[in-house]
């Protein structure tokens, strides 16, 4: 796969991710939306509540990726579109997931997400909206052979807790200057050939191609 470094082709990648999915967890049932990548600096993702885009004769939601941080691991990510994918399934079956203006995550929010890999931690002021991979999650996307994003935008990140009227923010769960959160997997690589290989724990793994040990390496 080619390195994504332009944002047309991280945006086609990002519909890829979703209609993946959106047929594991979601038996294909969800209408897709408008995804878009666009600064959030209250969070990592949004999803609209209304159908905001015109596409020809129909209307989608929209669900944006926020731009400053395309580069986190590719399952926190994918974490963050599954986070929003959840509040899409929500709104399609009318349950009420949020309150305090789309930003307190409740225990119908909470009880959807873990069913669909998700891990969900609760602070006070969100609700169950700290979100993470489950190794059930970080397994379907080395199966995938999903990789990092490795562009962002650079801006100041102050993921400040709240509502508003765009849409509903999920996965609030990094504080005003804390550090790139840290991969849930391990990257392995051969110091031969440079073939490549991803595990969510520790492995001893030959190369098929040179038959040498294949060795952990830092992003």
Not at 4 to 33: H, M, V
Not at 89 to 98: K, R
Not at 103 to 114: L, S
Not at 138 to 163: K, V
């Amino acid at each position: 796969m080619k390195e994504l470094t332009r944002c047309s082709r991280t945006a086609g990648y990002l519909e890829k991710i979703f209609r993946a999915l959106n047929t594991k967890y979601f038996d294909g049932e969800l209408a897709e939306p408008v995804i878009t990548i666009q600064s959030t600096p209250r969070a990592y993702g949004h999803v609209t509540v209304g159908k905001v885009w015109g596409v020809k004769d129909t209307t989608r939601h929209e669900l944006n990726i926020g731009a400053g941080t395309l580069n986190r691991p590719i399952e926190e990510t994918v974490a963050t579109m599954l986070h929003e994918m959840v509040h899409l399934y929500c709104l399609a079956h009318e349950i009420q997931d949020t309150s305090r203006g789309n930003a307190y995550h409740n225990k119908r929010f909470k009880a959807e997400g873990e069913k669909r890999a998700l891990h969900l931690e609760y602070d006070k002021r969100i609700g169950w909206s700290v979100t993470s991979p489950t190794p059930e999650l970080c397994d379907f996307i080395i199966e995938q052979g999903w990789t990092d994003i490795n562009m962002s935008r650079h801006e100041f990140l102050s993921i400040n807790i709240g509502g508003g009227n765009k849409g509903k923010d999920g996965n609030t769960d990094t504080d005003e200057g804390a550090e790139k959160k840290k991969s849930s997997t391990r990257k392995y690589k051969c110091p031969c050939c440079g073939n490549s290989v991803r595990a969510t724990k520790q492995v001893n793994i030959i190369c098929g191609d040179c038959m040498e040990r294949m060795e952990v390496v830092e992003k």
